[in-house]
């Protein structure tokens, strides 16, 4: 199973990266032979979509096919996104507006938000709301909201609230578990070809 995580903070470093990574290693420690991968959103490394990408500009090729290769691989997806005003970054809205039911339709992905304090079930909303609709990406019913981040899932256990880093790993190990058994799930479905509709190319 190849599973891709996508660390959606612009900042380097940043929070969301320590989450990323440590549920990458959650994720290898389930299972040594699947493959998990992080694509970081770290300084912006995607320039913002315009309608060349509709029009054939080649410029849309050269950037997009690894990302789309990898992405088209995965069996699985997790999203990390930071909580900036209330809202998922730019960034990664733009990512979902760069990718296809090719790359990421009818494959599980878990919402991990992350906050540097109460907050962080504006991104899950947002998320859940609006980024599906065309790439038909599938966002299972749970979901982690890693609240006061600063605190929790550092290497360094001295840096961490005790009681509320247990919770966390235990919570995202559990979900993860869910994650796993929905790529398992989900991948028959896609094989059987049953979603692939030409006519129905958008979501409504």
Sequence with gaps: MKITIISGSHRNPSQSMKVARHI??????????????IFSLADNPLPFWDQGLWMGDP??????????QQLQQSDAFVIVTPEWHGQVPAGLKNLFLLCSARELGHKPA????????????????????????NNRICYIPEQIIVRKVEQVLNEDERQNDSRSDEFYRRRIDWALDILKAYAAALKPLRESGIAQNEQFKNGM
């Design 24 to 37: 990458q290693t959650s994720l290898r420690a389930k299972d040594s032979l699947d493959t998990i991968e």
């Design 110 to 133: 878990l919402i991990v938000a992350v906050s540097s304090g109460d907050g962080g079930a504006y991104p899950v909303a947002e998320l859940r709301m609006s980024s599906y609709k």
């Design 59 to 68: 410029k849309w090729p050269e950037l997009l096919d690894p990302l789309h």
